[in-house]
């Protein structure tokens, strides 16, 4: 039992919760009664509201307790690791174990050489879609000219003369 449930239980009347839990209920009872009369509630002990910390468990708090165990067995482990590791110039069965799962230096190399290419190729692209202008439109100032020319406005038996038309690009 924890101190401060201890002392509150020293201080308060055991059946000061009891009447406040009444009296709460009572004063609802009332306002609903007073609102509807034919509303009928069923009875309600204010003890069936404590009962639930008679039921509650709780561990024991001490230096026995799984929390601890389990401190001092990490501690432990990690004080004969530090004591009985190899040093970093030692060839040892972790060594050969995490080289076993590690990549190599010339991978990585490559990795970066290939990350380095596709960063260049995105900066061109993106160089070029900034630096890119639309092409310059020509407008022609008589647009019915091409019409004079078509083969459907001349007449019957005339060949269209397209030596003095010029098409900009």
């Given at each position: 039992?924890?101190?401060?449930?201890?002392?509150s239980?020293s201080?308060?009347?055991?059946?000061?919760?009891?009447?406040?839990?009444?009296?709460?209920?009572?004063g609802?009872?009332?306002?609903?009664?007073?609102?509807?009369?034919?509303?009928?509630?069923?009875?309600v002990?204010?003890r069936?509201?404590?009962?639930?910390?008679?039921?509650?468990?709780?561990t024991?708090?001490?230096?026995?307790?799984?929390?601890?165990?389990?401190?001092?067995?990490?501690?432990?482990?990690?004080?004969g690791?530090?004591?009985?590791?190899?040093?970093?110039?030692e060839?040892s069965?972790?060594?050969r174990?995490?080289?076993?799962y590690?990549?190599?230096g010339?991978?990585?190399?490559?990795?970066?050489?290939?990350?380095?290419?596709?960063?260049?190729?995105?900066?061109?692209?993106?160089?070029?879609?900034?630096?890119?202008k639309?092409?310059?439109?020509?407008?022609?100032?008589?647009t019915?000219?091409?019409?004079?020319?078509?083969?459907?406005?001349?007449?019957?038996?005339?060949?269209?003369?397209f030596?003095?038309?010029?098409?900009?690009?």
């Amino acid at each position: 039992m924890s101190l401060a449930r201890a002392a509150s239980r020293s201080v308060l009347p055991r059946n000061a919760p009891v009447q406040l839990i009444q009296r709460r209920w009572v004063g609802d009872h009332l306002e609903h009664s007073s609102s509807s009369p034919n509303l009928h509630e069923p009875h309600v002990d204010a003890r069936h509201f404590l009962q639930a910390d008679e039921h509650t468990t709780y561990t024991t708090e001490g230096f026995t307790s799984r929390t601890w165990l389990y401190f001092v067995a990490f501690s432990a482990a990690a004080v004969g690791w530090y004591k009985f590791a190899p040093y970093a110039d030692e060839d040892s069965s972790i060594k050969r174990w995490i080289a076993q799962y590690k990549s190599s230096g010339s991978f990585w190399e490559d990795e970066g050489v290939r990350r380095l290419r596709e960063s260049f190729q995105f900066a061109e692209e993106t160089k070029s879609f900034r630096e890119a202008k639309a092409e310059p439109v020509f407008r022609y100032r008589y647009t019915q000219r091409f019409e004079q020319f078509s083969p459907f406005m001349q007449p019957v038996g005339t060949d269209v003369n397209f030596s003095d038309l010029v098409v900009k690009s």
